[in-house]
C-alpha cells in the first residue's frame, strides 16, 4: 500500500491507548477511520481528536468478543464502504497473577477478548477484503509477551502467542490476495490497559496494582511510537514488528540466550 489517502482502516479499541493514536497516525494520512470500542466515552475523545485535525471517522460500540457484534459490525460496514483496506485488531485487556491463582473465569475473559477478538476481526471482514479483489491490510496487536513469558504473566502471554501463531498462518494464506498480515509486539507502553489489567490473587492486593501503574508511567514510552510502527508496517509490509528498546532485546535475547530469558523471567517482576 502506496497511501492512505482515502482508504477506509478499522480500528478496534480505539477508545483508548495504542488504538487511538492509531486511529489519530491513520487520519492524519488521509484515511476513513472506523472507530469500535466498548467503550463510547473513550471513542468520542479520538474522534474529537480526529475532527479537530480535519479528518473523518465513524464510531461503533462493538464489543470484539461477541460474534453478532462484530457480524453485525461488518454488515454496516460494507453496506458503508465494500470492503475495509486496512483492519487492525487492537483491542485487549491485560491480565496478571500466579498460574496457581488464576481462576477459568478470566481465561474465558481474556481468551475471548484477546485471540477471540482477533479471529472475529478477521472472520467476518477478511471474506469482503479478499472478495473486493484490491489488497490490503491487517495488523494484529500482539505484544513481546508473545515471545517473552515472564512468571505471573500465563494467561496474557498464552493469548499473545496465540495471535502471532495465528497471524504467522494467516500471512502465509493470505499472500495469494495481496493481503499482508503484521503482528506488532510493544514492550511496556504507558496506556491504561495496566489499570484495566484483570490482576488474581497476590498480584492483585495491597498496592501492587498501584506499583505496576507507576512502572508504566516512569518508564514513559509513549502509545504514539506503537501507531507510527503500525503504519511503517502497513506502508512497507513488516511482518512481525516489536516495538521499544526492552521489545527488541526481549525479541533477540529469545533467540541467542533463551536460558537467560528463562532465569530473568522467574524474577519477581514487577507484580509481586
Ligand atoms: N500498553 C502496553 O504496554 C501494551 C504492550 C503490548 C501490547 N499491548 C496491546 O496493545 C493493545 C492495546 O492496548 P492499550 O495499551 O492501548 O490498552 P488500553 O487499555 O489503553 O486500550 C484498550 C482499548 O480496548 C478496548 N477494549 C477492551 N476490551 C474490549 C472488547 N471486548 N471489545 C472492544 N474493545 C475493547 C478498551 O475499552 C480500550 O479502549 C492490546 O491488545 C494490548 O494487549 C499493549
Redesign the pocket.
Known sequence: MKTLNNKVVLV??G?????RETAIEFSAQGAHIVL????AE?MEETGRRIRQAGGTFEQHV????SRQDMKALAAEVKAQHGALDVLIN?????SAGAFLETTLDIWDKVID??IK?VVHGCHYFLPDMVAAGKGGSVVN?????AFVAPRDMSIYATSKFAVLGFSESLRSEMAEYNIHVATIC????N???VK?TVMEGKAGQGELRDKAVAM?KRRNYP?QKVARAVLNAVLKQKSVVPVSPEAWLGYYAKRWAPSLVERFGRLELPFN
Not at 477508545?15 to 488504538?19: E, K, M, P, Q, R
Not at 510493544?186 to 507502553?189: N, S
Open positions: 478496534t479499541g477508545g483508548s491507548g495504542i488504538g469500535t470500542d466498548v467503550n473513550g462493538a464489543d470484539v468478543a487492537n483491542a485487549g485487556i491485560g477478548i484477546n477478538g496487536l500482539a505484544s513481546m509477551a510493544p514492550g511496556v507502553i496506556t491504561a490497559i484495566n508504566y502509545p
